[in-house]
Structures are given as structure tokens and as C-alpha cells.
């Protein structure tokens, strides 16, 4: 598992490259935790730098992971960062922003798939044929702790929380940020968010073992994992009180009106959990929604920006 300590020093170890996001209101809504903001765009760099410097030793030969793009994009940043060598298997429809800035960052590209499950076997098996160390998207003790940070980061900026929303996906976050919340504000809510479409935290948890999808449509592409991981499966068990589920409309609203209200560019991935909140009409002042990714589309930022 993973302990409040785990993550105190991954917040040490990876201090020095990445950014303590703000949190930042929006008008009739929750607060904002803007990870849209951080290095790369995206929570993900947390995770990817704490594992990669916790096991400095095994990357020197090279790094390779599986990603719908963002973690992608933070490990091909954290290789560059640290003069590694880097391969990212991304999925076959992949966000073209977000390839470009992977094979911007100096890693190679390779295109395989459309479901995590089937990136991450792929990755896994190039890591034993090149000899390179596999740096897991989330299901990772490291990588959990990396993210929980962000949570830490709530807690200090604001107190009085009382409720956080999570998107999630395969559960990295989540896991990391209830963690820290759960260890300092025991009495606050932690809610995950899910796409209507690929609830498979959702549906595990009323069936009392990980269940496996057979399809991830949505357009949050950041979310399509059909399974929880293994690790996060236990630890959003003893951490997250509830999952709920937002369609692709809600969300691209929440979309548009983070760009338009909010002033903020956001993925559809990265606005599940202010859709979550903002249709449940919550009146808390002291909730929270964690924006995980800016990494948007620009043509689907122009269309929602102009309404059509």
C-alpha cells in the first residue's frame, strides 16, 4: 500500500521539477485544482518524475511506457529532462497535440491499439526485448505517491475541504490524492468520477471484485482503462467514498464553460470531475474538483469556443 509518508517524500524527491498548482475558483461551481497547469499539462509528471528518480539506477538504460498521451508526454519529459532514451506506445487514435509534443520531447512514437490493456502488454513486452525499464501509467506504488502530492497540495491550500472529486481512470490518481486526503481530513468526502461509458470502478465495487469492460467509448480519451489496477483497486477501497458518472455531453459542457467562465483550457479527461460536481448542484464552498489534464484538442476547444 501506500502510506501519507510515501507521499511527504515523493513531494521531496520531485520538488524541484514540477509546480505546486493553484486552486482557483470558478463562479457557481467548485474550486479548482489545476493540474491543466502543471509541467507537460497534466497531473501525470508527479507520478513519472517519482518513479523514475526513486529508480534512477534501473532507467539509465532507458525508459518506455503505454499511454492514451499524457503520461506519454511526462515521460518522454522526465527523459529528456534527465538525459534518458524514451519510448511511449500511445493508442492508434491518439490526441495529435499530444504526439507532437512526445516526439517533441525526443522520444519515439510507437502507435498500437486503442485500450490501455492493449498499450501496456505492448510496452511491457519491448521493455524485456530492448532492455529498458517499464514505467507503469498507474497501477505503480511509485506512481501513486507521485500523484498523491496533489492532495497534500489541497489540504494546504485549503483546509476547510470538505469534499474532493477525481477523475479516474485507471486509478493512479485517485489513489494518490485520497490517500493524502484520507490521512489529513479524514471527515472528507472523496468522490470519483467516471465517464457514463466506462464505469468500471462503478461497477467493481458493486459487484466486490475488479470487473472487466468490454468497450471504453467516451470522449475523454484519457479515460478509456476497461479494468481497475490491481493496487488502486485496494486502495480506492479503503479510501474513496463514492463513484459517480458523468456523460460526454455533461462533460464537453463543463468543457466550455471552464474555457468560457473560467478562462481555463481544459481536455475533456482533465473536466470529468467539475462535471461531476456541477451536475450534482452542490452548494459546498469548500469542494473541490481536480482539472487533471489541459492537454485539449485545438480544433475541439474552436468549435466548443464558438458553440458549434
Same mark, same amino acid.
Not at 500511445?90 to 490501455?116: H, N, Q
Not at 465495487?205 to 470487473?211: E, L, S, T
Given at each position: 500500500m501506500v502510506s501519507l509518508g510515501d507521499i511527504q517524500a515523493a513531494r521531496e524527491r520531485i520538488a524541484p521539477y514540477v509546480i505546486r498548482t493553484p486552486l482557483h475558483p470558478l463562479t457557481a461551481g467548485p474550486l479548482l485544482k489545476l493540474e491543466s497547469l502543471q509541467v507537460t499539462g497534466a497531473f501525470k509528471a508527479r507520478g513519472a518524475f517519482n518513479h523514475v528518480l526513486a529508480l534512477e539506477e534501473r532507467c539509465r538504460g532507458g525508459i518506455v511506457t503505454a499511454s492514451s498521451g499524457n503520461h506519454g508526454k511526462a515521460v518522454a519529459y522526465v527523459a529528456k529532462t534527465l538525459g534518458l532514451r524514451a519510448v511511449v506506445v500511445v493508442p492508434d487514435d491518439v490526441v495529435t497535440a499530444k504526439a507532437e509534443a512526445i516526439t517533441g520531447f525526443g522520444a519515439e512514437l510507437i502507435r498500437y491499439g486503442l485500450y490501455s490493456e492493449e498499450r501496456v502488454a505492448h510496452a511491457q513486452e519491448l521493455a524485456t526485448r530492448r532492455r529498458l525499464h517499464y514505467v507503469p501509467p498507474y497501477d505503480d506504488p511509485l506512481i501513486v505517491a507521485?500523484?498523491?502530492? =496533489? &492532495?497534500?497540495? $489541497?489540504?494546504?491550500?485549503?483546509?476547510?475541504?470538505?469534499?474532493?472529486?477525481v477523475p479516474v481512470s485507471g486509478g493512479g490518481l485517485i489513489s494518490g490524492v485520497a490517500t493524502a486526503?484520507?490521512? !489529513?481530513?479524514?471527515?472528507? +468526502?472523496v468522490v470519483g468520477v467516471e465517464p457514463a461509458a466506462v464505469p468500471r470502478f462503478a461497477r467493481s465495487r458493486a459487484a466486490g471484485k475488479p470487473v472487466v469492460l468490454e468497450r471504453?467509448?467516451? $470522449?475523454? %480519451?484519457?479515460?478509456?482503462?476497461?479494468?481497475?489496477?490491481?493496487?488502486?483497486?485496494? $486502495?480506492?477501497? +479503503?479510501?474513496? @467514498?463514492?463513484?459517480?458518472?458523468?456523460? %460526454?455531453?455533461a462533460t464537453l459542457a463543463a468543457v466550455r464553460q471552464l474555457l468560457i467562465d473560467g478562462k481555463v483550457?481544459?481536455?475533456?479527461? &482533465?473536466?470529468?470531475?467539475?462535471?461531476?460536481? !456541477?451536475?450534482? +448542484?452542490? +452548494? %459546498?464552498?469548500? =469542494?473541490?474538483?481536480?482539472?487533471? &489534464?489541459?492537454?485539449? @484538442?485545438?480544433?475541439l476547444v474552436a468549435r466548443l469556443f464558438i458553440g458549434v
Amino acid at each position: 500500500m501506500v502510506s501519507l509518508g510515501d507521499i511527504q517524500a515523493a513531494r521531496e524527491r520531485i520538488a524541484p521539477y514540477v509546480i505546486r498548482t493553484p486552486l482557483h475558483p470558478l463562479t457557481a461551481g467548485p474550486l479548482l485544482k489545476l493540474e491543466s497547469l502543471q509541467v507537460t499539462g497534466a497531473f501525470k509528471a508527479r507520478g513519472a518524475f517519482n518513479h523514475v528518480l526513486a529508480l534512477e539506477e534501473r532507467c539509465r538504460g532507458g525508459i518506455v511506457t503505454a499511454s492514451s498521451g499524457n503520461h506519454g508526454k511526462a515521460v518522454a519529459y522526465v527523459a529528456k529532462t534527465l538525459g534518458l532514451r524514451a519510448v511511449v506506445v500511445v493508442p492508434d487514435d491518439v490526441v495529435t497535440a499530444k504526439a507532437e509534443a512526445i516526439t517533441g520531447f525526443g522520444a519515439e512514437l510507437i502507435r498500437y491499439g486503442l485500450y490501455s490493456e492493449e498499450r501496456v502488454a505492448h510496452a511491457q513486452e519491448l521493455a524485456t526485448r530492448r532492455r529498458l525499464h517499464y514505467v507503469p501509467p498507474y497501477d505503480d506504488p511509485l506512481i501513486v505517491a507521485g500523484q498523491g502530492t =496533489a &492532495g497534500l497540495e $489541497i489540504v494546504e491550500q485549503h483546509p476547510e475541504v470538505t469534499a474532493v472529486f477525481v477523475p479516474v481512470s485507471g486509478g493512479g490518481l485517485i489513489s494518490g490524492v485520497a490517500t493524502a486526503i484520507k490521512a !489529513l481530513r479524514p471527515t472528507a +468526502r472523496v468522490v470519483g468520477v467516471e465517464p457514463a461509458a466506462v464505469p468500471r470502478f462503478a461497477r467493481s465495487r458493486a459487484a466486490g471484485k475488479p470487473v472487466v469492460l468490454e468497450r471504453a467509448d467516451t $470522449i475523454a %480519451d484519457g479515460l478509456r482503462v476497461l479494468t481497475p489496477g490491481r493496487l488502486t483497486w485496494e $486502495i480506492v477501497g +479503503r479510501h474513496v @467514498d463514492e463513484f459517480t458518472a458523468v456523460s %460526454d455531453e455533461a462533460t464537453l459542457a463543463a468543457v466550455r464553460q471552464l474555457l468560457i467562465d473560467g478562462k481555463v483550457v481544459v481536455e475533456p479527461s &482533465g473536466a470529468v470531475a467539475v462535471a461531476a460536481a !456541477l451536475s450534482m +448542484r452542490t +452548494r %459546498d464552498v469548500h =469542494a473541490v474538483a481536480v482539472v487533471s &489534464g489541459g492537454n485539449a @484538442d485545438p480544433q475541439l476547444v474552436a468549435r466548443l469556443f464558438i458553440g458549434v
